[in-house]
């Protein structure tokens, strides 16, 4: 069964401690795959986009890579600010493209 | 700002009672998309339109749930006979291609009593 998990479910950083957080899917072709960043209470808000293996994304202390099997957010000297629930999905090449297979989310805590 | 909008932002009714929520897409968006999520969960694909045609729904949607999009803007979604298990927060998001990444609103936290 296709399927993406996310690890861990829970992390806490001090401030300033870089650290990944994993993506692993087990899908049949790769679409794309997307972060998505979410504060309690919101919806989700689009980070970035990768296509291949290979591919890397940066914005602001967060960068995005892709490898065939996962993909990794990586976060550099995080602030408080940085505390959230980070979502990846996955769309798969047999799909409509429209159809997503989410993860169910990283929570971030940054403590001060 | 012209990003999503979804209205109400809360809403709490009786068990049993219809309840409609209003998803208002970013204006050059066709696209549009409803989801459900629960706590500690990623969102679940409920339906999805391209302008005013309802493309794709659910097989995890009880018939219970309509939703419309009669003019290819604005979006509402039903439920019927609300129970228990409905509580959750429904999102909406948009996109200008299928490729595109999907833009959420803020959603609609449901509460049943």
């Known amino acids: 069964e296709d399927q993406v998990t996310q690890s861990p479910e829970a992390l806490r950083l001090q401030e300033g401690e870089s650290s990944s957080l994993n993506c692993s899917y087990t899908?049949?072709?790769?679409?794309?795959l997307f972060w998505y960043r979410q504060d309690p209470g919101k919806g989700p808000e689009f980070l970035f986009t990768?296509?291949?293996?290979?591919e890397e994304k940066e914005k602001e202390r967060l960068k995005a890579t892709l490898t065939k099997k996962e993909s990794f957010l990586h976060i550099t000297a995080p602030k408080p600010e940085d505390s959230a629930t980070y979502l990846c999905?996955?769309?798969?090449?047999?799909?409509?493209?429209?159809?997503?297979?989410w993860g169910a989310g990283t929570k971030l805590i940054i403590k001060p | 700002d012209t990003g999503v909008s979804q209205d109400p932002r809360h809403k709490i009714t009786k068990r049993g009672q219809n309840v409609t929520f209003r998803c208002d897409p970013i204006?050059?968006?066709?696209?549009l998309y409803w989801y459900r999520q629960t706590l500690g969960q990623g969102p679940e694909f409920l339906t999805y339109?391209?302008?005013?045609?309802?493309?794709?729904k659910s097989r995890l949607l009880s018939d219970r749930f309509s939703a419309e999009r009669p003019k290819g803007s604005f979006s509402t979604l039903e439920i019927q006979r609300t129970e228990q298990g409905d509580s959750a927060m429904y999102l909406c998001?948009?996109?200008?291609?299928?490729?595109?990444?999907?833009?959420f609103g803020d959603g609609t936290r449901l509460s049943i009593l």
């Open positions: 998001a948009s996109s200008p291609q299928d490729n595109q990444p999907q833009h």
């Open positions: 204006s050059e968006h066709n696209r």
């Open positions: 339109f391209q302008n005013e045609a309802q493309l794709e």
């Open positions: 899908v049949s072709g790769l679409r794309g």
């Open positions: 990768l296509y291949s293996a290979g």
């Open positions: 999905a996955v769309r798969r090449l047999l799909d409509s493209n429209y159809q997503l297979i």
